[in-house]
T-cell receptor, first 112, second 115 residues
Framework: AQSVTQLDSHVSVSEGTPVLLRCNYSSSYSPSLFWYVQHPNKGLQLLLKYTSAATLVKGINGFEAEFKKSETSFHLTKPSAHMSDAAEYFCVQGDSWGKLQFGAGTQVVVTP | GAGVSQSPSNKVTEKGKDVELRCDPISGHTALYWYRQSLGQGLEFLIY????????KSGLPSDRFSAERTGGSVSTLTIQRTQQEDSAVYLCASTDTGTSTDTQYFGPGTRLTVL
């Protein structure tokens, strides 16, 4: 069975500093991996997805993630945090039929 | 263009009552998914519809939950004899083909509160 582990439930960063959100996956086959963001009282929005075309995936709003098969990781990064990045972030794995399994989420707080 | 819409946005009901939640997917999308987001369980898959195939109900938590999709478009999730643990945000998503690499487009959700 596949599972997704987000290693930090809560991350606090200062505006302008880098953001790192950690995610490990477990899968017996080549996974489809996603990062979604959920702003307060808003719907889920796709940040980026990995579909085996390239290991470094660039997404919206300056986010990117690197797929590392040897480490079964798919960490999300952004060089410089903005106040508008405060939200909850979900690492997600999809199965062959597109059913998504979500990590527990990481709450990001950005301080001025 | 129009995204996924869900109604109602909020629903408050009494324990034991039945509720129906509606999802309108993006026009032309063949795959439709229901998920539930609750404090205790996080985000979890409930049910999946793909075209005219039999739905994948493997995520439904009990037989009080059922869903249908009429005409390959609108879907209704029904919860019978609601319990307090059913309180959650119910999310619907659709994709154009239902494969592993598709982007799922989520609706805003229905917040269900069972008193």
């Amino acid at each position: 069975a596949q599972s997704v582990t987000q290693l930090d439930s809560h991350v606090s960063v200062s505006e302008g500093t880098p953001v790192l959100l950690r995610c490990n996956y477990s899968s017996s086959y080549s996974p489809s991996l996603f990062w979604y963001v959920q702003h307060p009282n808003k719907g889920l929005q796709l940040l980026l997805k990995y579909t085996s075309a390239a290991t470094l995936v660039k997404g919206i709003n300056g986010f990117e993630a690197e797929f590392k098969k040897s480490e079964t990781s798919f960490h999300l990064t952004k060089p410089s945090a903005h106040m508008s990045d405060a939200a909850e972030y979900f690492c997600v794995q999809g199965d062959s039929w597109g059913k998504l399994q979500f990590g527990a989420g990481t709450q990001v707080v950005v301080t001025p | 263009g129009a995204g996924v819409s869900q109604s109602p946005s909020n629903k408050v009901t009494e324990k034991g009552k039945d509720v129906e939640l509606r999802c309108d997917p993006i026009s032309g999308h063949t795959a439709l998914y229901w998920y539930r987001q609750s404090l205790g369980q996080g985000l979890e898959f409930l049910i999946y519809f793909q075209g005219n195939s039999a739905p994948d109900k493997s995520g439904l938590p009990s037989d009080r939950f059922s869903a249908e999709r009429t005409g390959g478009s609108v879907s209704t999730l029904t919860i019978q004899r609601t319990q307090q643990e059913d309180s959650a945000v119910y999310l619907c998503a659709s994709t154009d083909t239902g494969t592993s690499t598709d982007t799922q487009y989520f609706g805003p959700g229905t917040r269900l509160t069972v008193l």
